[in-house]
């Protein structure tokens, strides 16, 4: 055996370095083959199916009650999908992101996985890293399953056809999809500090719903700071501050300084929450 | 297991695990040591019993060594990587270990093989080709080969202990931690397990046996060490402890009650443990060939007859103290 000492490592550990998503793959399928995962995307999906039913059957109503957009939909199904993204930007996204980032670390730590995922080993950094990608997939199919849930709503139940921005201007409906998507991105983008925030909490815990609840607090309590004026001096500083502000991209020619802000504004949040959650598990000892 | 296990990089004897003053203390002012100064050796090729009271240090101990939580103080070694190196050691050494701690867990909408295959994922050593192979090979070893794409969350109780065994033997180890392997299983299972850890042992793994049952221990072991409080009472080969009690002689007879006399008038301290069944310590100047004369010649009728150490379970209650009170 002596003679062994100095052999190479065996091929498997070569061909690893050249596969570093191999496992993200496994937690995408994780999490998309989960029962609860494909329940939230359904009920996201069914937001702007449910606008759109509602508004069919009673009418538009008058102009300036209701959700933003509400008032449109009636000329262009289009804007059902811009209702549903405003009505879901507050609430239902932010807790289904919730769900997902909090259960990330407290939900395999609650079923015991996670000391077997370590001692695979899977490593604490890569583990935070593959959860958090997953978590930013997952909001991507959130907005995403609203995305194709208003556009066959809209499509199916009312006029598709050019769209009047804010600004006034009129454009066609390939563009008017280009401006969707963009809208799509900007609350997905959104929703990233939340994610990193919802890492973090999900490491200081082995009860996933212990993890959720205060990260949907944690939206809750920056969005009514938001609101108090009081709080003037942190706004521009609350991961929520920017969640309604892409008006910019509905406009001509289309602004992009929200977009950048907010993009800004999310990075950081990751950054900070994701060295918090680093900090915290690379430490910490795993009794669960 | 892909093949037998790859030459180890690792002179053969260099021990699987040695830990020196190995201490872990837990509250604020870490005021109780679950763990206390532990120095443990572990040969190569050995089965190694770790053997004590609930609570006395043992899972703390196997979380330390696979890095699961951080020594307060103290050293370990494992297939002869210095863990003091941190993250980058237990990389190195991990995909070497196979390892049951606490219980087998699952993710319970996943399929058996589902979730072996996720924790093979997590192994950046391992490689996918074979994944699947390996995940089926390591369900057969364990009798679930049938119940591979059952969800987990529906398996039985002993069904979990056989994935989570399952789980351990993905890929070739060099060492086995297994933590209470026999708990939930029947006698079938039981018996399967032992047989099981023969056949890895019998291939040259190392397996590291965490138990507080005796019987388990005694019936696979090679070596033992006995937790009390966090520290160790004792260590060494299996005979070894069991030598040092006095050596008895056990006879099985259908007239107990004569035999009974026989021994005594020997001067043998004797005590029935069970209808035909006698225990009796012998002395020097009594071997165990003139008790069997003497039996004999009474016309005992002797069906079984065996010499031993004092029993192990004696000797496990005088390390560990009477029952098997939870240590605070």
Known sequence: MSTADTSPPPPAATA?????FALLGSELATMFRRGRTIVMLVALLLVPVLIAVAVRLTGAGSRGRGPAFLGDITDNGLFVVFTALTVSIPLFLPLTVAVVSGDTIAGEASFGTLRYLLLAPVGRVRLLAVKFVASCAFVVAAVLAIVIGGVVAGAALFPIGPVTLLSGDTIGVGEASVRVLLLAGYAAVSLLGLCAIGLFISTLTSMPVGAM?????IAGVSQVLDQLPQFDAIHPYLPTHLWLGFADLLRSPILFDSYGQNLLLQLAYVVVFGGFAIGRFTTKDILS | MSGPPAASPVAADTPAIVTNGLTKRFGRSGARAAVDGLDLVVPRGSVFGFLGPNGSGKTTTIRMLLGLAAPTAGDMRVLGVDLRRGARALQEVLPRVGALVEGPAFAPFLSGAANLAR????????????RRDRVHTALDRVG???AAGKRAGAYSLGMKQRLGL??????????????????????QGTREVRSLIRSLAADGTTVFLSSHLLSEIEQVCTHVAVMRSGRLVTS????????????????RTPDAERAISTLRRLGL????TSADELDAVLR???????????LVSDGVRVRGIAVGGASLEERFVELTGEGFDVDG
């Open chain 1, 16 to 20: 690893s370095h050249r596969r570093p």
């Open chain 1, 213 to 217: 609840a205060a990260t949907v607090v």
């Open chain 2, 119 to 130: 924790f093979d994922a997590a192994d950046p050593t391992s490689t996918r080709a074979t």
């Open chain 2, 144 to 146: 679930l080969g049938a």
């Open chain 2, 166 to 187: 399952a789980a351990a033997l993905l890929g070739p180890r060099e060492l086995l931690v297994l933590d209470e392997p026999t708990n939930g299983l029947d006698p």
């Open chain 2, 236 to 251: 060494g080969p299996l005979d070894r402890l069991r030598a040092e009690g006095a050596p008895r002689v056990r006879v």
């Open chain 2, 269 to 272: 301290e004797t005590e029935r």
């Open chain 2, 284 to 294: 020097p100047g009594t071997p165990v060939e003139a008790v069997t004369a003497a």
